[in-house]
């Protein structure tokens, strides 16, 4: 549990500011507004929500939800003011099904074991109405593992055949299925391949991985990441650091 406690409030410490926070947001708000396109009343839930900091960001596409396992992440939440945050695991939501338009896992599957993550994606199925969306976004590329592995509890990292056939098995059709963080790729490979040469730091030390860069080094990233958003809008990326996927369950779309 200290290990949790740990990447929460180093998260929580830079998810406000930090350029892959802001880069992640622009790569995702386009999904979203796809996914609640045509829907009045929307509901919308993220599942393990950490913090509830992106509960903000899905709150404007409708009414949005969270829940997390764990209580000091829920507490961060409350602290900066969002009440709609439950304690609840993501292999069991305490939600009736077919509540949900739309559902969101942002990086959970990975953390998880194998068997809970298939339940965990089972779970935002049964959640989803019929023709709601799934918006997933994970770990990506092997060869990326690194010092934040460890900070983020790490079990895997996907391919997109991977996150796919994991998606589908669940009962999802997959409409898109991109790699993010592209831009920063050459950099994050060389440096990655340096920590796993060294050895990967213990998780006292991990979180300068998270850490907020100087403001003009912030500030110059957070643009770069804003350029790569709009390239996403028409393209998908064929490599970087997170695997982003918008899945649907199938059925008729309610109004």
């Known amino acids: 549990m200290r290990r949790v406690e740990h990447l929460l409030r180093a998260t929580a410490r830079a998810e406000a500011r ?36 992106n509960v903000a960001l899905l709150d404007t596409f409708g009414r949005a939800y969270g829940f997390d396992l764990t209580e000091i992440g829920l507490r961060i939440g409350r602290d900066a003011g ?8 993501v292999t069991a939501a305490p939600f009736a099904t ?31 109405k019929p023709g709601g969306y799934a918006i997933v976004n994970v770990a990506a590329m092997q060869v990326l593992r690194g010092d934040h592995s460890v900070l983020s509890r790490e079990l895997r990292r ?8 994991r998606l589908e098995a669940g ?21 990655r391949l340096i920590q ?41 990326a064929p490599f970087g650091s997170s695997l982003l996927c918008l899945a649907r369950k199938p059925g008729a779309s309610p109004s």
């Open 18 to 53: 930090h350029f892959w926070f802001r880069g992640f947001r622009a790569f995702v708000t386009p999904l979203l507004r796809h996914a609640a396109r045509g829907r009045t009343g929307a509901r919308l839930l993220d599942c393990g929500c950490g913090t509830g900091a």
């Open 82 to 89: 969002r009440t709609r945050l439950a304690r609840a695991t």
């Open 98 to 128: 077919a509540s949900f338009d739309i559902v969101t896992s942002f990086d959970v599957l990975y953390s998880l074991p194998e068997r809970d993550e298939m339940a965990a994606i089972a779970e935002m199925y049964r959640l989803l």
């Open 158 to 165: 996907y391919s997109r055949r991977e996150l796919r056939a």
């Open 171 to 191: 009962g999802f059709h997959v409409e898109r299925l991109t790699y993010t963080n592209a831009t920063l790729f050459p950099a994050l490979a060389v440096a």
């Open 196 to 236: 796993r040469r060294r050895g990967l730091r213990n998780e006292g030390d991990a979180d300068t991985e998270i850490s907020v860069p100087p403001r003009p080094i912030n500030a110059m990233m957070s643009g770069v990441m804003q350029l790569e958003a709009l390239w996403l809008r028409l393209f998908d």
